[in-house]
């Protein structure tokens, strides 16, 4: 938030202060703080009152994105923010952001105002009536097979023992944070499962610090995945390699757990030589959830072994697919 939230002992002898404004000025009638007070100002209110609310991958998402917010808004004051100074910026940012990015910054700005009508800084929130740009959702397509092998060569060939990765993905259909949290005591060579119950994300401040949960990012998150054929020989390979080296099955040198940082450039080195486009670590997972639909695994057994909370994600990610020769020939037989 430009100089505002840059340091602890002048945030907290500011936020004194504001705070001790609020209980002296509440229910004013005029709403004169408004005049007297800065975004940035009644936003370190508002961050006060979320820390403790919310994890702090989430909190981090929310800083993140009140800086773009700051940027435009931070030094004017409450009531001169207008409904249609916001609808103008809105349209002109919205071009160039995802929508899930529009929506959470839209979120943290609405949030805010909401929180200074609340307190009589103003009298109306000027998000009020602000329509939302129109976006696309940005369908993620699956992996081919093909697309799979060629990664999976290149990747071999590079001699980086953390392409294992790429089976893990393909074959399971984990989110990337859970993969790069599994540890050798979350895979059951006997039983031929793997446990999933915990993941790793990051902090978007602080230069993407990396966090460690103990659980995954849904209830429904804590699974046990079958262990296909082909990756059980891939783990056992790479258990007898690597289990003296680390606890983690994806690891640095030093056996520490490897960040999504590195793991996304390794990737992104892949898919250059590869000269592969359009696809996402996240994309294998569709790759999974496609190939089990086919196969004709109940959809609610999808959704569990994936970890949705409901069969209705599930059903959403296969519905991005796009139709292929077989699924074609795959109708004209239902049809005929």
């Not at 007297?36 to 936003?43: G, H, I, R, S, Y």
């Not at 981090?60 to 004017?76: A, D, E, V």
């Not at 569990?304 to 990610?317: K, P, Q």
Request: charged share 25%; glycine share 4%; net charge positive.
């Amino acid at each position: 938030m430009n100089n505002v939230m840059t340091d602890n002992n002048t945030i907290n002898a500011k936020l004194d202060l504001l705070l001790a404004m609020t209980s002296a000025n509440a229910g004013s009638p005029e709403y004169t703080r408004g005049k007297e007070t800065t975004l940035d100002e009644l936003a370190l209110i508002w961050f006060d009152l979320k820390k403790n609310s919310v994890c702090e991958s989430s909190y981090g998402s929310y800083l993140r994105q009140y800086q773009t917010i700051s940027k435009k808004f931070g030094k004017c004051y409450l009531a001169t923010i207008k409904r249609k100074d916001i609808q103008s910026w809105l349209n002109v940012i919205a071009v160039n952001m995802s929508k899930n990015t529009l929506k959470l910054l839209f979120y943290v700005l609405n949030s805010i105002m909401l929180l200074a009508v609340r307190d009589n800084y103003i009298s109306q929130n000027p998000c009020q009536y602000v329509v939302k740009p129109k976006k696309e959702t940005t369908r993620k397509l699956p992996a081919t097979y093909e697309q799979y092998k060629d990664l999976l060569r290149v990747a071999r060939l590079r001699n980086n023992p953390n392409w294992v990765v790429l089976p893990l993905l393909y074959y399971t259909g984990c989110r990337i944070g859970e993969v790069l949290a599994l540890t050798w005591n979350d895979i059951d060579f006997d039983n031929k499962v793997i446990h999933i119950n915990k993941q790793y994300t990051m902090n978007n401040v602080k230069g993407h610090k990396p966090i460690f949960k103990d659980h995954t990012k849904t209830k429904a998150g804590m699974r046990i995945v079958p262990l296909h054929k082909d990756l059980l020989k891939v783990l056992r390979v790479h258990y007898n390699d690597h289990k003296d080296k680390s606890p983690y099955v994806l690891h640095k040198c030093n056996g520490d757990m490897i960040n999504y940082n590195r793991i996304q450039q390794l990737f992104k080195t892949w898919l250059d030589i590869t000269n592969i486009r359009d696809i996402t670590l996240h994309s294998f997972r569709h790759t999974y959830i496609c190939t089990l639909v086919r196969a004709g695994v109940p959809i609610n057994t999808i959704s569990r072994i994936v970890g949705h909370s409901d069969i209705a994600m599930t059903l959403n990610v296969y519905a991005q697919k796009k139709m292929s020769p077989d699924d074609v020939k795959e109708v004209l037989t239902y049809i005929e």
